[in-house]
């Protein structure tokens, strides 16, 4: 075996409701290890707070449930992905609830209990299934107990994949994905990880931009690994942004979202001076798809010059407000604001990554052996918008599905080959990590001016001139010095960077996430955007 390697039957990379509910799934029968970058509370699932769409309600229809996907995503959804993802949600909810997730809990007028039901925007009905306003949290919380009494579970916390392994790159007689390279964060160390299959499971890449509700582990490595090892990338203009997140001078403040439930449960949209806000822009008022609301809130600010909108709840009962969001409530009191009683400042921060890495129903990519489930990949499920909360019912489907995949082949796929060694001998280490620090801040600025809600050719033209020389800089930095987690993940944002920029100005039109003043209107046809690599 390949020195300073280890060896499992499935490495996933990435610590959310994808990465491990398909631990769970495949664990009796396989050795399994979850790389985490950081601890495993730090994932996009940790910070969800409003829930999972799923159809429990009986005066609620998976047909309805698609219909409303299908509406919100522009055309440009995968019907038939719709339909399975759907169909699948009420068993997967099971699972979950046997698992002991706790789901919130409501008794009816006879005193009979049931799973209460909240509203978020795109839905016709009352589908999302939640615990209280942090369901992310429960799901990670009760998810990691159960793997971390499993015996045939590793949990590998601070480490970084660098590049997927392949036998393209090492010149080997197999096209299968072999495992990864990775870098322990606390030994500065890098050794390789073999397997006989590898699943992304990353996230999303919402730090490319300035603003954002994402955590800091969102950075592309996901899409970025699976791009340099020549697999495809679809539907990169696509980036959602959240249109409530509370706003603050401090950065760190402004990424703490709002519940799109707030609004499901009578929050109301506002200008400065107390007129209602979404009148103007949508019939569905404040519950229209976020892609109008974010839209409608980003120009209202560069119309009147302001610096946020307000979110007003206050009319609703001081216990149901506290009852029903008791997370959102105590954060907004620890920032001095009180929505019980007055308004809360909000404004759109990036949020969701709808394109990634092309799978198919199984969550196989283009790469025999590696897989992409979650807000890694690009399943046809959201097309040009994700309706809210069916990013984490996507988690649990594709997770499902993949884990069925691995082990249908489990006994008939052998061990990999041994693969060289990660190799220092020839870098040095660096004393100008304040260039790491500088070429970040740069990207998520201009991204966030010119490849933000509303775009225009010029302004993408100008952003992929500064990605350029971005990317040759930190290129020539990688090539030169020992890799760090800054420099791994800065390497990963430029690409991803360039993935949206050419994708947005391949994109001759306004359709979902992506709106240009110089296309604003709909082209007859519609069509994803997908992106092939050069051969590796």
């Not at 793997?147 to 590793?154: E, G, L, Y």
């Not at 890449?205 to 603003?211: D, E, I, M, P, S």
């Not at 890694?376 to 918008?385: C, I, Q, Y």
């Amino acid at each position: 075996m390949t020195p300073q390697a280890d060896y499992y039957d499935v490495l996933i990379i990435g610590s959310g409701a994808a990465g491990l509910s398909l631990a769970l799934e495949v664990a009796n029968h396989a050795t399994v290890a979850i790389l985490a970058k950081a601890t495993f509370e730090l994932s996009s699932t940790q910070y969800a707070q409003g829930g999972i769409s799923v159809v429990l309600d009986a005066a609620d229809s998976l047909t309805s449930h698609v219909e409303d996907t299908l509406a919100v995503g522009t055309d440009l959804c995968d019907s038939d992905i719709v339909n399975f993802t759907v169909s699948q949600g009420p068993e997967r909810i099971n699972w979950l609830i046997e698992q002991g997730v706790p789901f919130t809990q409501k008794s009816d007028a006879k005193g009979i209990l049931h799973y209460h039901l909240t509203r978020e925007g795109g839905h016709s009905h009352r589908r999302v299934i939640h615990a209280e306003d942090a369901t992310g949290r429960a799901i990670i919380t009760t998810l990691s107990a159960k793997i971390k009494a499993h015996p045939n579970i590793q949990w590998l916390e601070r480490q970084i994949a660098i590049d997927l392994l392949t036998g393209q790159k090492f010149g080997l007689n197999t096209s299968r994905c072999l495992g990864a390279y990775v870098l322990n964060r606390d030994t500065a160390s890098v050794k390789s990880i073999l397997a006989r299959f590898v699943v992304l499971a990353t996230g999303g890449a919402g730090k490319v931009y300035l603003y954002t509700s994402n955590p800091d582990v969102a950075t592309g490595d996901g899409i970025a690994m699976a791009w340099r090892a020549g697999c495809r990338v679809a539907n990169m203009e696509f980036i959602q942004f959240h249109p409530t997140c509370l706003y603050h001078p401090s950065t760190k403040a402004q990424s703490f979202l709002v519940s799109e439930a707030v609004r499901g449960e009578g929050g109301r949209l506002l200008l400065p001076d107390g007129t209602p806000l979404m009148t103007r822009f949508d019939p569905r008022g404040d519950l229209a798809p976020r892609d109008i609301v974010a839209r409608a809130i980003d120009h209202e600010m560069k119309r009147l010059g302001c610096d946020c909108v307000f979110l007003d709840i206050s009319h609703k009962p001081a216990n149901f407000i506290v009852e029903h969001f008791p997370n959102i409530y105590h954060r907004c009191l620890e920032l001095g604001y009180d929505m019980v009683n007055q308004p809360i400042p909000v404004v759109p921060a990036a949020h969701y990554t709808c394109g990634g890495v092309v799978t198919d129903r199984d969550g196989r990519t283009d790469m025999a052996g590696l897989y992409a489930i979650g807000e890694v990949a690009s399943t046809g499920l959201h097309g040009a918008n994700r309706m809210a909360s069916n990013s984490l019912l996507e988690c649990l489907v594709f997770a499902h599905a993949a884990g069925l995949d691995i082990l249908r082949q489990l006994a008939v796929v052998p061990p990999p080959p041994a693969v060289p060694a990660w190799d220092e001998s020839r870098v040095i280490d660096s004393d100008e990590e304040v260039v790491v620090s500088h070429n970040w801040d740069e990207l998520r600025r201009f991204m966030w001016d010119y490849v933000g809600i509303v775009r225009t050719t010029k302004r993408l033209q100008r952003a992929k001139r500064r990605v350029e020389l971005l990317q040759a800089e930190i290129n020539e930095y990688y090539s030169h010095f020992r890799v760090s987690n800054d420099l791994i993940e800065l390497r990963n944002l430029t690409l991803v960077a360039e993935l949206i920029i050419r994708s947005a100005l391949l994109r001759k039109e306004s359709r979902g996430l992506h709106y240009t003043l110089d296309y604003p209107t709909l082209a007859p046809m519609a069509q994803n955007t997908i992106l092939v690599p050069e051969p590796v």
